[in-house]
């Protein structure tokens, strides 16, 4: 007798959503209905997946087996840890949260639940990142020292007045939105080592003006005045260890777009571009005299996104808690964001792990 499908709920129906339920379609999961707090957002996803939507997670706790937290960020906190206060497992968008206080807070909601905390990350659910990890744990890098993490938009600010331009909503800006996955990616292919001190700055060069001619930003603008956080971070991180991350993110700035990962070992190298998912290796050998290789490894299409839905939904069938995408892993990650964030307003070197850090 096979086992019914995976009842699975949506909390926040924007554009992220309605991916995650385009991917259930494809899964032998049942969406059973959304909650968003706003009466459009319902009314339109509900006709578009034709399930019944509410205001608030009550109306279907009973009935699922698994939430997806898709909401704005400072709102992942309520609803993660009420469902999993309930039992349910929970998918919660990345970050974790908007704060590293929040972030807290529901990691330790997930330590004494009974069902388990993963924490959407997508991007190392591509498959030339599962070929570079493998090859990691094979030891072919000998010691990875130094991750270079380069998360580049030209021009691509969010409409100033959306919740990703409100630093009470967001959390802040172009590092909590597309910086967080470079930090994941980097410290991920560090095997999340333990992180010893944090220098950084951010910058708000290009929100903050009206009379700048843009080019590209997506979604409505409202304006400077609706602009409170930062559009660009530099950051340099050094591991316990004596490795080594150096970051750069922006929403804008005045160089080419680059969405670029360098790794560093002691017997080989790679670079991994996100964008085109072109990974190559990059070794010397001494096969008949001394040479350098440089190997491009071509993997099958994969979209993340699905690939990370399929493997939750697995774990939540199996009742089993995922080893990837961990709540420890994503608090980790924050902490890092958290102390970018800090080192740029002291102006200081932030010491992790120290009372005064």
Same mark, same amino acid.
């Given at each position: ?26 899964? &032998? ?5 959304? =909650? ?37 960020? $400072?709102?992942? !906190? ?13 998918? =919660? ?8 206080? &929040? ?15 993963? =924490? ?5 659910? &591509? ?8 090859? $990691? ?16 938009? $030209? ?69 400077a005045d609706a602009f409170d956080v930062e559009d660009s971070a530099s950051a340099f991180i050094r591991t316990a260890d004596g490795a080594t991350v150096s970051l750069e993110v922006a929403w804008a700035t005045n160089r080419p777009r680059t969405d670029e990962y360098v790794v560093r070992g002691t017997d080989a190298g790679a670079i991994y571009d996100r964008k085109s998912q072109q990974l190559t290796l990059y070794e010397t050998r001494t096969d008949g005299a001394e040479h ?9 299409? $994969? ?19 995922? !080893? ?34």
């Open positions: 007798m096979s086992e019914p499908p995976v009842g699975v709920g949506i909390v926040g129906l924007g554009g992220i959503a309605s991916q995650h339920a385009e991917h259930l379609a494809d899964h &032998s999961a049942t969406l059973v209905g959304g =909650v968003d707090i706003d009466d459009h957002a319902r009314r339109e996803f509900a006709e578009e997946w034709s399930v019944p939507t509410h205001d608030n997670l009550d109306a279907i706790v009973d009935d699922i087996d698994a939430l997806l937290v898709t909401t704005p960020n $400072r709102y992942h !906190e309520e609803y993660a840890t009420a469902a999993l206060d309930a039992g349910l497992d929970v998918l =919660v968008e990345k970050p974790l949260a908007h704060s590293l206080d &929040s972030a807290e807070r529901i990691a330790d909601a997930a330590a004494d639940a009974d069902g388990f905390c993963m =924490v959407g990350f997508n991007y190392r659910f &591509s498959a030339p990142v599962d070929v570079l990890t493998a090859y $990691r744990d094979d030891g072919r890098f000998g010691e990875i020292n130094h991750v270079e993490a380069n998360y580049v938009r $030209r021009r691509g600010i969010p409409g100033r007045g959306s919740w990703f331009t409100d630093e009470q909503t967001a959390g802040g800006g172009a590092l909590i939105d597309i910086g967080v996955h470079a930090v994941d990616l980097a410290l991920s292919f560090l095997d999340f080592p333990e992180i010893a001190e944090v220098s950084a700055t951010t910058r708000a060069e290009f929100g903050t003006r009206d009379e700048y001619s843009y080019m590209y930003m997506w979604g409505d603008d409202e304006g350098f290789t440089e190997t491009a490894i071509e993997t099958p299409d $994969r979209n993340s996104h699905a690939a990370e839905l399929d493997y939750f939904l697995d774990h939540v069938a199996g009742d089993t808690p995922p !080893e990837r995408n961990t709540v420890a892993e994503a608090l980790a990650v924050q902490r890092v964001i958290d102390a970018i964030y800090r080192s740029a307003e002291e102006q200081r070197a932030i010491q992790l792990g120290d009372a005064d850090g």
